[in-house]
């Protein structure tokens, strides 16, 4: 070690320390100019605006904008249209489109056309989440009536807290959106592992929802989206206060570009009415209504999502700390007690569990974009005719020489392969004392909100006005610390300039110095000093929070026992009595076919085997022009069609394909379709085990006589009658 390397590595450092603060400064400065524009985003794509929300009957602060494709993108206007929708959670939008590589820029790379719902910061005074699903089915509808040519329905995106939104749209107008992909959106809030994510027990610590009314209150009926993002950054400690600005200063010469742009979406914050966000707390987060079917709106209806029709995919990460499979997920075998029941409710559903993004990074990372969104866009039309069900997408590299290769846009290839709810299950869901102890905190949560409401309401409303609400607004540290680093500070002034003299005489430490090995084993100290602290904070909090609402006087006090029970029984008489209706459907249908239907029939017979769809197999149908049966019709003929045909299957397979191979020996050309079903089931590799056999005994049927043996080919189980299959 030699006076030199110091030396050296001090000149460095104090380059390095007058760069920092003017990218603080010019951070500052980007957030003066987001919030003083008129429609602030950070959208990296031109638009057009299409229909202005606060024009609207209930109008609202939400705006309707068609993405225009940058030069060179040509866009297929008889494409499925997509629909991005961004979570007003805290921040502004565009974060599903903040550079090529996003939700947005892969939609429109595939040709599809593409549509944005943001907001402006300030809501419209009094507007309500029921306010916001009325514009959004607005804007779905305005969507379809541009694409006539179309024969399918738009596919809507909601990340993060849009992605419920649009899920309980779509359980109140079934008939509007195509399919709905929900990305790391926690519909199931309650789940989750011990350990996992601490964020669920943060209502309970609160004592509910009070807090939420008061800081509304507080802000003259507005409630600051800052305090959202505070709750989002304390969760992780070593990040927020030192990794994330030390990862800029250690890498001063290459990191600002990437942290601006960043920081621009993080800084600018969004605000909510005080009747949107106790929606939001009350129904969703405390009081977790979605998953229990028991949110109400103010016409009296429920919303239930065993009600929805359109396809949901579901795509979360283990890296997210605000969202993890668990809340993402856990809502599935809780509304459907059984895969028979998920089935008999014509539902269609879709996940996929990243390993490690982040919660930002679901929407944002170029990787997540490149990989999952853009197969995810290309595979929409499989997805919204795949037969009802639970499917994992399985996204894999494309085999090198696969003869599809030509057709498949991007390096990978989707396969979605059938699951069950032990699945989901096996993802750490809560257990009956888990869920015991929520449901206790969302009844203490709505004594103490009406104990608020009633008695303390009245004289905080009557202290607060616009102007001293304004002032707390301006003042919160999150905004202050962009304020106070901006050219508004005259100290701050004169940094741009010693920044273009250091930039222009810059002199880095070499990468051998030893004091950067003693500044980084510093750095590692005080991140796992941090990260210490947050395991001791979480495990508190944790410990405490099961502590207390598992007390069991207190649930005893509460009445919990009960009520989750009567809730069970009235779900288990509403479940019985929809899957007879269901049986008695499929009863009168079973003998009725026509030359399309059982064509279809004999393919899914193949198909159902495999117990996954594959992107190519996908492919190979599209492009058969023999199969008459599913030459281009629309493509709700097509789903309509494969659910249909796949619910007779499992109901009764045998006497569906006695019915199905006796329709096809009477139209003929049985040699002709048996080759084209051959060329779809082959498309993702040869044909083996049960398929192979399947194959061979569907040949037997339109060809020859029947086998005297019985079928090594058996029936799935009974999806509605709880019919075992034929014993061997």
Not at 36 to 65: C, K
Request: hydrophobic share 40%; net charge negative.
């Amino acid at each position: 070690m030699s006076w030199e390397a110091l030396a050296e590595y001090l000149v460095d450092t104090l380059q390095r320390n007058v760069l920092m603060l003017d990218v603080l400064r010019r951070r500052g400065n980007n957030y003066l100019e987001y919030i003083n524009s008129d429609v602030p985003h950070v959208l990296g794509f031109a638009f057009e605006p299409v229909l202005d929300g606060r024009t609207l009957p209930r109008p609202v602060n939400y705006g309707l904008e068609r993405i225009l494709p940058p030069e060179g993108v040509l866009i297929d206007e008889t494409a499925r249209p997509f629909i991005v929708v961004d979570p007003r959670a805290g921040h502004g939008p565009g974060i599903g489109g903040m550079k090529s590589d996003s939700e947005i820029g892969v939609t429109l790379a595939a040709g599809h056309p593409c549509y944005f719902v943001g907001f402006l910061p300030n809501p419209v005074k009094g507007q309500t989440i029921e306010d916001v699903g009325c514009a959004q089915a607005t804007f779905i509808e305005a969507v379809a009536k541009r694409h006539p040519a179309y024969a399918g329905k738009p596919c809507v995106i909601g990340n993060c807290q849009a992605g419920w939104a649009i899920l309980g749209l779509a359980a109140i107008r079934r008939d509007l959106p195509g399919p709905v992909m929900a990305v790391g959106t926690p519909l199931s809030y309650w789940n989750g592992r011990d350990g996992l994510n601490t964020m669920r027990y943060i209502g309970g610590m609160l004592g509910g929802t009070w807090l939420v009314s008061l800081a509304s209150d507080v802000g003259d009926g507005i409630f600051d989206g800052a305090f959202l993002v505070q709750s989002f950054e304390n969760l992780n400690p070593a990040n927020t206060f030192w990794t994330k600005l030390y990862n800029v200063w250690s890498k001063i010469d290459t990191e600002p570009k990437r942290f601006l742009s960043f920081e621009k979406w993080w800084g600018g914050h969004a605000l909510l009415s005080r009747e949107e966000i106790e929606f939001i707390a009350e129904e969703l987060f405390v009081g977790n209504k979605l998953t229990t079917g028991s949110v109400r709106l103010s016409t009296g209806e429920v919303v239930n999502l065993q009600r929805v029709r359109s396809p949901i995919v579901v795509f979360c990460s283990w890296g997210d700390n605000i969202c993890p499979p668990p809340q993402a997920l856990g809502w599935i075998p809780e509304i459907y007690a059984t895969e028979d029941d998920l089935i008999a409710h014509d539902q269609t559903i879709v996940y996929c569990v990243h390993p490690e993004a982040g919660h930002l990074g679901v929407f944002v990372s170029s990787a997540v974009a490149r990989k999952e969104h853009s197969e995810f866009t290309e595979n929409m039309d499989l997805i919204d005719v795949l037969p009802p069900g639970l499917w994992e997408a399985v996204i894999m590299p494309l085999p090198p020489g696969d003869e599809h290769r030509d057709s498949i846009f991007g390096q990978y290839v989707a396969r979605f392969e059938a699951r069950t709810l032990d699945d989901i299950r096996a993802l750490g869901l809560n257990s009956v004392e888990e869920d015991r102890r929520f449901a206790t905190v969302a009844r203490l949560g709505e004594i103490n909100a009406q104990l608020y409401k009633s008695w303390i309401r009245p004289f905080v409303q009557a202290t607060a006005n616009p102007s001293a609400a304004e002032w707390m607004r301006q003042l919160h540290p999150l905004r202050l610390q962009f304020e106070l680093l901006s050219d508004n500070n005259p100290l701050m002034r004169g940094v741009g300039v010693w920044a273009e003299l250091v930039a222009a005489n810059r002199r880095h430490a070499c990468a051998d110095n030893p004091f950067l090995a003693w500044q980084a084993a510093v750095s590692s100290t005080i991140e796992t000093s941090l990260e210490l602290f947050r395991v001791v904070r979480d495990t508190a909090i944790e410990g405490t929070f099961k502590a207390f609402y598992g007390w069991p006087p207190l649930q005893a006090v509460l009445d919990i026992d009960e009520a989750m029970a009567a809730r069970r029984r009235q779900e288990g008489v509403q479940r019985e009595t929809y899957c007879e209706a269901c049986r008695a459907r499929l009863r009168r249908q079973i003998m009725e076919t026509t030359p399309e239907a059982a064509a279809l029939r004999a393919l899914l017979f193949i198909l159902a085997a495999e117990k996954a769809a594959d992107e190519r197999t996908c492919i190979a149908l599209r492009n058969l022009s023999r199969l008459r049966a599913l030459h281009k019709p629309p493509i709700g003929e097509i789903k309509r069609l494969v659910r249909e045909q796949d619910a007779l299957l499992r109901f009764d397979m045998e006497n569906a394909m006695a019915t199905a191979a006796a329709g096809l020996r009477e139209v003929g050309s049985t040699r002709t379709l048996l080759d084209d079903i051959r060329s779809v089931v082959t498309a993702a590799g040869p044909l083996e085990g049960e398929t192979l056999m399947r194959f061979e005994r569907l040949q037997r049927m339109l060809i020859g006589a029947e086998s005297p043996e019985k079928s090594t080919a058996r029936s799935e189980p009974a999806a509605l009658t709880g019919r075992a299959p034929d014993a061997e």
